[in-house]
Nanobody, 111 residues
Framework: QVQLVESGGGLVQAGGSLRLSCAASRSMFSINYMGWYRQAPGKQRELVAIITSGGYTNYADSVKGRFTISRDNAKNTVYLQMNSLKPEDTAVYYC?????WGQGTQVTVSS
């Protein structure tokens, strides 16, 4: 298990950008994958993006071309760069690794 701490959420206008960070409590070299999920009010938690230890990435169709996931193994940190944000991106964003979840960070996009 690994402890995950997210940061970088906030309020932004539609069309704006935010970068989320997820700091892991230990080296990520042995972690097969890390991902970002989100949960909007009244909706189920959904996968946003995932990155494997080998650098393979995958995205939800709704964010393809706007969001980019990356990892810095030297800093034990995973990032989610979010551009061209839309009001429907409003949600609590969670960082995840096998058997581990962060506490979540709120992202609110105003129209």
């Amino acid at each position: 298990q690994v402890q995950l701490v997210e940061s970088g959420g906030g309020l932004v206008q539609a069309g704006g950008s935010l970068r989320l960070s997820c700091a892991a409590s230990r080296s990520m070299f042995s972690i097969n994958y890390m991902g970002w999920y989100r949960q909007a009010p009244g909706k189920q938690r959904e996968l946003v993006a995932i990155i494997t230890s080998g650098g393979y990435t995958n995205y939800a169709d709704s964010v393809k071309g706007r969001f980019t996931i990356s990892r810095d193994n030297a800093k034990n940190t995973v990032y989610l760069q979010m551009n061209s944000l839309k009001p429907e991106d409003t949600a609590v964003y969670y960082c995840a690794a096998p058997n581990s979840w962060g506490q979540g960070t709120q992202v609110t996009v105003s129209s």
